[in-house]
C-alpha cells in the first residue's frame, strides 16, 4: 500500500514583500473569494450527508445515487480473461485482464486511442463506430489470426446511467462538455453492441460500470480495506457499498437487507439547488457558459475540466473590470479564448520552483503571448493555489460525507483521475482536509497495482 501521509505544503510567505498596494488588496479579495473555512467546509459535508441519504430515498434528490447492480466486493480469487473500455474525456483505453489462479494477481496488456474532441459534440453512430473501430483494432492487433470466442467485456462508461441491470444503461444525461444529440434518456448498450456486431467484432458487453465503481472493485482487488473510490479528474465523482437494507428505494424489490451493493453517487451534482456551496460569479459564468446551465454544480467547482477555466475567467475580469488592471496595454486576446487553460496549466504554475517565478512567466509568454511583472506573477500563483485549494477541500467533504454516513472512523479510499495524479498540491489538501477532525478521518491511498502495460512497438 502506498501511504500518503499529508505533508504541508512550503510556506511562501514573504514572496508578497514588494508588491503595490493595490494588488494586494486585490489578492486579499480573491482569498476572501474562494478561502472556504473549516465551519463552512463542515456544514457544506453535513449537508451532503443528508442529501446522499436523500438520494436513496424512495423521493430521490439531487445526488442520483445510482445502484449498479456490482454486488459486494470481489474476494481476490476471481479467475479469466477480460476486456475492459474506458471512454474518457480525452483518451479511449481498452484494456485485456488476466486474472490468474494466485489471490489479488493480474496481468494486464492495454493500448489507447485519442478521443477526437469532434466526437464530444457529433452523432451518436459517429462515437458508437469509432469506440468499435477501436475494439476491433485492439483485437486485430492483439490477437491476430486467432479464432476467438465472445470475449467479455466491461465497458466502463463515466457517465451517469439508470441500471436496472448490470450490462444495461440509460444516460440520465451527459457531463464533462460532451453533447451528443439522441443518446441522454436511452439505453446506450444497444447502438454499442450494434456497432460492434456490424463490424463482426467478437466481443460481448457483460457490465456497463462507472469509473468510480471501477475504481473500487479494482482496487478492493488488492486491498480488503478499500471502502471508496473516487476520481478528481476531468469530472469528480465517487462510489461505495451501501446494504440494501439501507437503500429505500429499492425497497420494492425485497432484496437481502445485508446484501451489499456498490452505489455510484454521482456527486457532481451536489447542490444543485445552491444551497450550500460558496458560488463566486465565475462560478456562475462557468454554468451559464455550460452545454448544461444548472447541472453538476459541485463538479464545476472542482473538476479538472473547469479548474483552468474559471481561474482564465478571473484574470480577464482582473484585466478588464477592476481598478487594477492587470496586463494593462496588452493584447489577451489568446487568454480571452474559452476553456483555453486546462488544470495542468495551473499545476505547473504550483510546481514552478523558481523564487521569480521564471517558468510561469515563459508560459504565460509562449502560450498566451502575454509578459507579466513580478507583481502580476505573484497574484497569478496565488490565484492557482486557491483554486486548486478550494477544489481539494471541497472534494474532502465528499468524502467526508460517505464516511460519516457509513460510520466509517478510518476508511482506504482508491482515487485516480488527472487532477489527483498530476496536481500534488491537489493531493495535499484534500488529505489534510479529509484528516481535520472538523470534517472527518479516513486515509487516502492511491492504490490500484498497475502492471507496466506490455505495448507492441
Ligand atoms: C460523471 C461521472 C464520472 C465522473 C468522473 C462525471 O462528470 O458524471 O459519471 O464518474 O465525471 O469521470
Same mark, same amino acid.
Given at each position: 500500500m502506498v =501511504? #500518503?501521509? *499529508?505533508?504541508?505544503? *512550503? +510556506?511562501? $510567505? =514573504?514572496?508578497?514583500?514588494d508588491m503595490p498596494r493595490d494588488l494586494l488588496q486585490e489578492i486579499k479579495r480573491l482569498e476572501d473569494l474562494f478561502t472556504v473555512d473549516t465551519t463552512k467546509l463542515k456544514a457544506i459535508s453535513d449537508h451532503f450527508v443528508s442529501e446522499l441519504a436523500k438520494g436513496l430515498s424512495k423521493e430521490g434528490g439531487s445526488i442520483p445515487m445510482n445502484p449498479t447492480w456490482c454486488m459486494g466486493f470481489p474476494t481476490g480469487h476471481e479467475t479469466g480473461t477480460f476486456l475492459a473500455l474506458d471512454m474518457g474525456g480525452t483518451n479511449l483505453r481498452v484494456c485485456e485482464i488476466r486474472l490468474p489462479e494466485e489471490v489479488g494477481e493480474f496481468d494486464i496488456i492495454q493500448s489507447k486511442y485519442r478521443m477526437p474532441e469532434e466526437l464530444k459534440t457529433g452523432t451518436a453512430d459517429e462515437l458508437w463506430g469509432y469506440i468499435?473501430?477501436? @475494439?476491433?483494432?485492439? /483485437?486485430? !492487433?492483439?490477437?491476430? =489470426?486467432? $479464432? @476467438? %470466442? &465472445? @470475449? *467479455? #467485456? =466491461?465497458?466502463?462508461?463515466? !457517465? *451517469?446511467?439508470? &441500471? %436496472?441491470y448490470i450490462d444495461h444503461g440509460v444516460l440520465q444525461r451527459w457531463t464533462k462538455g460532451f453533447d451528443i444529440d439522441g443518446v441522454e434518456g436511452k439505453d446506450v448498450v444497444p447502438p454499442f453492441t450494434e456497432a460492434l456486431a456490424e463490424r463482426g467484432v467478437p466481443i460481448k458487453l457483460t457490465a456497463l460500470i462507472n469509473d468510480t465503481t471501477g475504481? #473500487? /472493485?479494482?482496487? +478492493? !482487488?488488492t486491498d480488503s480495506e478499500m471502502r471508496i473510490g473516487c476520481i478528481f479528474g476531468t469530472g469528480c465523482n465517487a462510489a461505495y457499498m451501501e446494504h440494501c437494507g439501507d437503500i429505500p428505494k429499492l425497497e420494492h424489490m425485497k432484496l437481502d437487507p445485508k446484501q451489499e451493493i456498490a452505489i455510484n453517487c454521482e456527486w457532481g451534482a451536489f447542490d444543485n439547488e445552491h444551497k450550500i456551496l460558496p458560488r463566486t460569479q465565475y462560478d456562475i459564468i462557468v454554468d451559464k457558459d455550460s452545454p448544461r446551465p444548472g447541472q453538476q454544480a459541485f463538479e464545476k467547482m472542482i473538476a479538472g475540466l473547469y479548474l483552468g477555466e474559471l481561474f482564465r475567467l478571473v484574470l480577464v475580469d482582473l484585466h478588464e473590470n477592476t481598478n487594477v488592471k492587470i496586463f494593462e496595454g496588452q493584447d489577451i486576446s489568446s487568454l480571452k479564448k474559452a476553456y483555453s487553460l486546462d488544470a495542468s496549466f495551473l499545476s505547473d504554475i504550483e510546481n514552478d520552483p523558481f523564487e521569480n517565478l521564471q517558468e510561469t512567466h515563459d508560459k504565460f509568454h509562449s502560450q498566451l503571448k502575454i509578459q507579466c511583472k513580478k507583481p502580476e506573477l505573484e497574484l497569478i500563483r496565488r490565484l492557482a493555489e486557491l483554486i486548486g485549494t478550494r477544489s481539494a477541500r471541497l472534494s474532502a467533504c465528499g468524502v467526508a460525507a460517505i464516511c460519516k454516513k457509513k460510520g466509517y472512523k478510518t476508511a482506504h479510499v482508491g482515487a485516480d483521475g488527472s487532477v489527483f495524479n498530476k496536481y500534488p498540491h491537489f493531493k495535499v489538501s484534500l488529505l489534510l482536509t479529509i484528516s481535520t477532525p472538523v470534517v472527518g478521518a479516513s486515509t487516502l491511498t492511491n492504490d490500484v497495482h498497475c502492471r507496466p502495460a506490455v505495448h507492441k512497438p
Open positions: =501511504g #500518503l501521509g *499529508p505533508r504541508r505544503q *512550503p +510556506s511562501r $510567505k =514573504g514572496s508578497m514583500a468499435a473501430d477501436c @475494439l476491433q483494432q485492439f /483485437i486485430e !492487433y492483439h490477437h491476430e =489470426g486467432e $479464432k @476467438l %470466442d &465472445q @470475449l *467479455p #467485456l =466491461g465497458f466502463t462508461f463515466s !457517465y *451517469p446511467a439508470t &441500471q %436496472d475504481t #473500487l /472493485i479494482a482496487s +478492493s !482487488y
